[in-house]
């Protein structure tokens, strides 16, 4: 039987971030911070310190005084450093884990690079200018909550991309955060009689009590074509059937429900 208390991926990258913040030779604020990408590499690692070729012994420290004589012209954060030191050059769809909060210049760096998700554990300068600026680009997610007949749901929207134009709708889930209690979908410009079909309730049917989890690992929904459950009575393979002759708006249902419903992942397990 294996180990049952193991770390979760969150938990080992926070510790990685953690770790790393005990290299940086700042008497005030150690922070460290852990690029993760899709299948859960470590792709990139850093702490706050200055610059290479720039001494620790030499350069100042200190918080308080004439600009140049504190450590804020000299300083690289961890955010930063874990970019710059990252092994891959491409970090789409990466996270990112960090002790504290990124600041403004730590997160246009993180939006540029790529990275879509930031995980942090305190965010103790939350009323300060910067961090609300950052506040202000950084994507806001929105969530519908919902109650009928006694029973909560959540209502998520999407957004993607068919065969001819762009595709969105929304997904309730239950209560559970891990069953979908109903879609919607809607569309520009897929082939009528086609990919046009996943604005209709046949479509829709298949999606009700689907899990989006497998075990722990999460999946989203797929539309699966060569389906082995074409009658979708089997609610725990992540699968609904494929319309006839619309394969291509059909992963992008599948993508934009893994995407934008993996963007509510950190809140909804908050809930949990
Ligand atoms: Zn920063």
Redesign the pocket.
């Known amino acids: 039987m294996k180990r049952t208390d193991y770390l979760s991926w969150d938990e080992y990258f926070m510790a990685v971030a953690l770790l790393a913040a005990h290299r940086s030779k700042d008497p005030s604020t150690q922070v460290g911070a852990c690029v993760a990408n899709e299948q859960n590499k470590i792709v990139g690692v850093g702490y706050n310190g200055f610059p290479w070729g720039c001494s620790d012994d030499e350069l100042p420290w200190a918080r308080q005084g004439k600009f140049l004589e504190t450590k804020y012209p000299y300083v690289c954060?961890?955010?930063?450093n874990a970019v710059l030191n990252s092994i891959s050059r491409d970090l789409r769809r990466c996270r990112i884990y960090v002790g504290l909060f990124?600041?403004n210049?730590?997160t246009k760096v993180i939006l540029q690079a790529g990275i879509e998700e930031i995980i942090y554990l305190s965010d103790k300068y939350r009323e300060s200018d910067q961090v609300k600026a950052n506040a202000s680009y950084t994507r806001k997610l929105p969530l519908f909550i919902g109650e009928k007949d006694g029973e909560k749901f959540y209502i998520v929207p999407m957004r993607g991309v068919g065969l001819w134009d762009a595709i969105w709708g929304f997904v309730a889930l239950k209560d559970d955060l891990k069953t979908v209690k109903g879609v919607f979908f809607d569309h520009k410009g897929e082939t009528p009689g086609l990919g046009a079909n996943i604005k209709e309730p046949f479509f829709y049917q298949d999606f009700a009590d689907e899990q989006i989890y497998n075990g722990d690992q999460f999946k989203g929904i797929v539309v699966a074509k060569g389906n082995a459950d074409p009658k979708n009575e089997d609610k725990n393979d992540n699968e609904v059937d494929a319309i006839a002759g619309a394969t291509i708006t059909g992963d992008g249902v599948t993508v934009m429900f893994k995407k934008d419903l993996a963007m509510y992942l950190p809140y909804f397990n908050t809930l949990k």
Do not use: R
Not at 77 to 80: C, D, G, I, R, V
């Open positions: 954060h961890a955010e930063l990124p600041c210049e730590c």
